[in-house]
C-alpha cells in the first residue's frame, strides 16, 4: 500500500491537512496521516466501494429530507473529488489559499463551516462533503491496521481495544470489572 | 429465453431461517426439495473463519453479508402525499443476503412473544372495551395462539441451543427468569451466557425499584451442545463480533450452524445459488402458483422452475415484492384501506439511554450477541394501560453486544465530533459507558403500508418495494413511556452522567441502524378480506403456495421477531406434513 493509485498531488494535499486537524497528533496517538489515514482513504476511494459499490445509484435524483439519507449521484470517489476542489475554492475565496495552506486554526474554522452546512460549495453541499469525510477518516483511524490505517494499532491504543484475536471464553469471567490489559493485535498478526 | 426446467415438488424462495427450516422439515417427509438463494453458498467453515472474519470494516461497515442496495432495495415515505426516495445505501435496517440470509449476521435475542400479542384485539376489547382501542389503530389477532405455537416454540430453542432461564415452567413461576412470560413447556437448553458488567448493574439496579430483571434469552450457546438435528454448536467465545458477521466458532445458532450440516448432505435437497427469484408464475383460474421465474445473477440466464409447492421465504420486502409482482392478492389501498397484500407493515419503536460510569471498567469487546438483562414489567399487556393514552409497550434491556470502535466510540453529550477535545474525551469513556435500549411494539396504521414504486426499478427490472412509513402517535407514547423507565433505572445505577433519551419524536430515519425487524405486508389472519394468508401461513388466494417470516405479522411486538417467525414456520410445516400433503387445498375454508 505505497503507490498512489488514484489521487492527485492535490487532494492528497487536501486530505493530509483535514485529517491532521480532525485527529490532530498529541500524547494520545500520532496524527491521522501519521497513523496511514490518507493512505486508507485512498486505497478505499480506489477499492469498488469508491467506485460505488453497495450503492443504488438510479435516478431520478431529487433534493431530499434528512431522513432519506445520501441522495446524490457521485460515487464516494467523485464525491471526494468534487468536494475537494469546492472546499478549496471556498478557502480560496474566504482566505486567499487553499486549505492545506491555510494556518491551524483557520483549518478549524473552515471544517466546522463545512460541517455546519454554512460554507456554500457550488455543485455539491458542504455538509455531505463532511460527513463522508468525517466517516472515512474515523473509519480508517479505527479499523484493523490491514487496511492502510491506525498504524501499529494507535487508535486501539489510545482507547484500550484490544483488536484480535477476541477470545474472551475465560476472560469475561476473570477480567470482569477489571481493566484488560493487553497489547491489541492486527488481523495480520493471525494470518 | 427463459429455460424451463423439471418439475420438482418444492421450490423454496430464500434459503435464510424460514427456508431453511421448511426445506429440512420437508425433505424429511420424503419430498424433492429445490432451494433458489438470490446470493452465494456460504458455510461457517469455509466462510467465517477466524481471524479474517473479525473484521469491522468488512463486515459490519461495508456490509459484506448483506443485502447488495446497488441491485435491489427500498424506497421510502413518510405518507402517501410524499414521493418516495430510494434508500441508497442500506441504514435503518440490514437485511442479509446469500445461503443463511439475516440468520447468519443476527444477534441472537430469542424472545418469545406473549400470550395476549397473538390476541391483540380481542384481548384488548375484552379488558378495556371496544370504544378504547382507536379507529385508527389496525391492531389484529394472529388467528393462531401461544398456545399452540408452544411446541414450536419448544422446537426452535432446542434447535438453537438457547441460553436463558425458565421464567414460567408448566405454570410454575420461577424467580430470575421472566415471570411475565407465557407458560412453557421446558427450560431452555443452555443455562444463561456470563451476564456482562453492564447486564449486571442494570439488573440489580432493576431490581433495587422492583422490576423483574432476567437474562435475555440468547441463540449464543453458553456451552457446546449438540442439537436434535446432530449438529454441534461450541460454547460462545464472547468475541464482540456477533450481529453483521457469521460466528467464527459455531456458537451462534443460524441455519448453516443448526440446519445446512445435515440439509446439505440430504439428497432430498437442492441449493441454487446465485437464483435470484424474478417472479412467481400464477395460474387465477386455478388457484395455484404453477412455477417461479428466477435469474442466475451471474450469467444473467433465467429459468422457470415448476413445482408442486412453493413456499415464500424471501424476507418481507421480497415476499411483499413478489406477491405484488405476481399479481397474487389484492394490493392494499390506503385511500380506501380495502385490498390486503402489503398493509400493516410495521417495524420495531426503539430508544435507548446512554450512561457514564467513571469507576466501571466495562470492557465492551468482550461480549456475545446477547448476554445481558432485561424486564418486561412495561412489555406487552403486562401492566395496565387505562387512560395512558396508548397500548403495547416495550422490552428494557442492557446488553452491549461490541466494542468494535468504529461504530462504538461513546462520549458525553457536546463533545464535539473531531479535534483534541473529542481525541481526550474517547479516550476516557471507551470503557466506561453503554446503552440501556428500549425494544417496543409497533402497530399498524391506516397509512402504513408496502407496495410497487412507481419510479425506481431493481437490477433485474422490477419495480422497487416502496415502504410508506412513520411512526405514530401510539408509538410515540409507547416509548416515551418505557423510556421513561430505562432513565428510572439509569438513574438507580448512580452514573457519573447519561443521557436524556431520544424518545421516539422525530420521523423514521434511514440512516441510523435501528433494527433489522420489519413487520407485515403479507398478514395472517382467519379471513380473506382482511389477511394475505390464513393461520397456517397458507395464501387465500393460492393453496400451494405458503409465505412464511415477519411479514406475516399483523402487528410487531415488544420483541425481536425471530424466535415467534421461526415457531410459525414449525407451525406450518407441521401443518402442510401432516394435512395439506394429504389432501391439497385450502386449509382453512375461506
Ligand atoms: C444485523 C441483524 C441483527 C439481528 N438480530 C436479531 C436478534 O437479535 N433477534 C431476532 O429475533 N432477530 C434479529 N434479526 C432478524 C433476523 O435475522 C430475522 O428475523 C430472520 O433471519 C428472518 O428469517 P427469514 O427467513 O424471514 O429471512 P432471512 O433469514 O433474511 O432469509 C431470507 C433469504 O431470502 C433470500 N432472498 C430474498 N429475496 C430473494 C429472491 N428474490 N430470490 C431468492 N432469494 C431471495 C435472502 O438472500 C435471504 O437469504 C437481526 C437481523 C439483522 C440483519
Redesign the pocket.
Known amino acids: 500500500m505505497t503507490s498512489s493509485p488514484s489521487l492527485t498531488a492535490a487532494e492528497l494535499a487536501f486530505l493530509t491537512a483535514a485529517v491532521d486537524t480532525l485527529i490532530p497528533a498529541d500524547d494520545l496517538s500520532p496524527s491521522g496521516s501519521d497513523c496511514g489515514v490518507v493512505d486508507f482513504i485512498e486505497w478505499q476511494l480506489a477499492s469498488p466501494w469508491g467506485e460505488g459499490a453497495g450503492l443504488y445509484r438510479d435516478g431520478p435524483f431529487f433534493q431530499a429530507k434528512p431522513e432519506h439519507g445520501y441522495q446524490l449521484r457521485f460515487t464516494p470517489r467523485e464525491l471526494f473529488r468534487a468536494g475537494i476542489a469546492a472546499a478549496n475554492v471556498w478557502t480560496r475565496s474566504a482566505h486567499g489559499k487553499d486549505f492545506n495552506q491555510l494556518a491551524d486554526i483557520d483549518r478549524i474554522a473552515a471544517l466546522k463551516a463545512f460541517e455546519e452546512g454554512s460554507a456554500e460549495f457550488s455543485g455539491v453541499p458542504s455538509k455531505e462533503v463532511f460527513e463522508a469525510l468525517l466517516n472515512l477518516t474515523m473509519e480508517g483511524f479505527f479499523a484493523d491496521p490491514i487496511y492502510g490505517g491506525n498504524r501499529d494499532c494507535s487508535a486501539w491504543k489510545m482507547i484500550g481495544y484490544p483488536g484480535l484475536p477476541a477470545r474472551y471464553r475465560e476472560a469475561v469471567s476473570t477480567s470482569f470489572g477489571k481493566r484488560y490489559d493487553q497489547p491489541p493485535r492486527s488481523i495480520a498478526d493471525f494470518s | 429465453m427463459t429455460v424451463k426446467l423439471k418439475e420438482v415438488d418444492v421450490v423454496v424462495?430464500?434459503?435464510?431461517?424460514?427456508?431453511?427450516i421448511l426445506a429440512r422439515e420437508l425433505t424429511k417427509a420424503g419430498l424433492h426439495v429445490v432451494g433458489?438463494?438470490?446470493?452465494p453458498r456460504r458455510t461457517s467453515e469455509e466462510d467465517f473463519a477466524p481471524p479474517s472474519i473479525r473484521d469491522e470494516l468488512k463486515y459490519a461497515i461495508r456490509l459484506a453479508l448483506?443485502?447488495d442496495a446497488q441491485r435491489e432495495t427500498v424506497t421510502m415515505r413518510h405518507s402517501p402525499s410524499e414521493t418516495a426516495l430510494p434508500i441508497r445505501r442500506l441504514g435503518a435496517?440490514?437485511?442479509?443476503?446469500?445461503?443463511?440470509?439475516?440468520?447468519v449476521?443476527?444477534?441472537?435475542?430469542?424472545?418469545r412473544f406473549l400470550p395476549s400479542d397473538f390476541e391483540l384485539r380481542g384481548h384488548l376489547t375484552q379488558r378495556y372495551g371496544r370504544a378504547a382501542i382507536p379507529s385508527d389503530l389496525a391492531v389484529a389477532d394472529f388467528g393462531v395462539t401461544y398456545a399452540e405455537l408452544e411446541p414450536f416454540y419448544d422446537r426452535f430453542e432446542k434447535l438453537c441451543g438457547v441460553s436463558g432461564k425458565a421464567g414460567n415452567l408448566r405454570g410454575r413461576q420461577i424467580a430470575g427468569g421472566n415471570i411475565f412470560e407465557g407458560e412453557r413447556s421446558d427450560d431452555y437448553p443452555n443455562k444463561p451466557l456470563v451476564t456482562s458488567k453492564p447486564g449486571t448493574l442494570f439488573a440489580r439496579a432493576a431490581a433495587e425499584l422492583g422490576y423483574h430483571p432476567f437474562p435475555v434469552p440468547s441463540?449464543n450457546a453458553s456451552a457446546a451442545y449438540t442439537n436434535p438435528e446432530g449438529a454441534t454448536l461450541n460454547a460462545c467465545e464472547y468475541c464482540g463480533h456477533c450481529?453483521?458477521f457469521g460466528c467464527a466458532v459455531n456458537a451462534k445458532a443460524s441455519?448453516n450452524s443448526t440446519l445446512h450440516p445435515v440439509l446439505l448432505q440430504d439428497p432430498n435437497f437442492e441449493l441454487r445459488d446465485h437464483?435470484?427469484?424474478?417472479q412467481l408464475v400464477y395460474d387465477r383460474a386455478v388457484r395455484k402458483v404453477r412455477s417461479v421465474r428466477?435469474v442466475d445473477v451471474r450469467t444473467g440466464a433465467e429459468y422457470e422452475q415448476p413445482a408442486g409447492l412453493v413456499l415464500l421465504?424471501?424476507?418481507?420486502?421480497?415476499?411483499a415484492?413478489?406477491m405484488l409482482h405476481s399479481g397474487i392478492g389484492a394490493p392494499y389501498d390506503p385511500a380506501t384501506a380495502k385490498g390486503v397484500v402489503g398493509k400493516n407493515y410495521c417495524y420495531q419503536t426503539t430508544s435507548r439511554v446512554q450512561v457514564f460510569m467513571e469507576d466501571e471498567e466495562i470492557n465492551p469487546f468482550m461480549a456475545s450477541?446477547?448476554n445481558g438483562m432485561a424486564i418486561d414489567d412495561v412489555n406487552g399487556d403486562n401492566f395496565d394501560h387505562s387512560g395512558l393514552g396508548f397500548f403495547g409497550g416495550a422490552m428494557i434491556f442492557c446488553s452491549p453486544a461490541s466494542g468494535r470502535p468504529i461504530m462504538i466510540r461513546p462520549v458525553p453529550p457536546g463533545t464535539p465530533r473531531w479535534g483534541a477535545a473529542w481525541k481526550q474525551a474517547t479516550a476516557k469513556w471507551y470503557n466506561h459507558s453503554f446503552f440501556i435500549n428500549v425494544s417496543g411494539a409497533s402497530y399498524a396504521h391506516r397509512h402504513s403500508h408496502l407496495d410497487l414504486d412507481p419510479n425506481y426499478r431493481d437490477a433485474l427490472g422490477r419495480p422497487l418495494i416502496r415502504m410508506t412509513y412513520d411512526f405514530q402517535e401510539n408509538d410515540r407514547t409507547l416509548v416515551a413511556h418505557a423510556a421513561g423507565v430505562a432513565v428510572k433505572i439509569a438513574q438507580a445505577m448512580n452514573p457519573t452522567m447519561m443521557t436524556a433519551p431520544p424518545a421516539q419524536r422525530g420521523s423514521f430515519h434511514t440512516v441510523p441502524?435501528q433494527?433489522?425487524?420489519n413487520t407485515g405486508g403479507t398478514i395472517m389472519g382467519s379471513d380473506p378480506g382482511s389477511s394475505v394468508v390464513n393461520r397456517y401461513l397458507q395464501s387465500w388466494d393460492a393453496d400451494n403456495l405458503f409465505v412464511?417470516?415477519?411479514?406475516t405479522f399483523p402487528q410487531n411486538a415488544g420483541?425481536?421477531?425471530?424466535?415467534t417467525?421461526?415457531a410459525l414456520?414449525y407451525w406450518s410445516a407441521h401443518a402442510i406434513t401432516t394435512q395439506y400433503l394429504k389432501n391439497q387445498g385450502p386449509l382453512v375454508d375461506a
Open positions: 424462495v430464500g434459503m435464510g431461517w424460514t427456508g431453511s433458489l438463494e438470490r446470493g448483506i443485502q435496517f440490514l437485511p442479509g443476503s446469500g445461503l443463511g440470509g439475516s440468520g449476521v443476527w444477534n441472537g435475542i430469542t424472545s441463540a450481529d453483521r441455519p437464483a435470484a427469484v424474478k428466477y421465504c424471501a424476507y418481507v420486502f421480497n415476499n415484492l413478489l450477541g446477547v441502524y433494527s433489522t425487524h412464511m417470516g415477519a411479514s420483541y425481536a421477531p425471530t424466535a417467525v421461526a414456520a
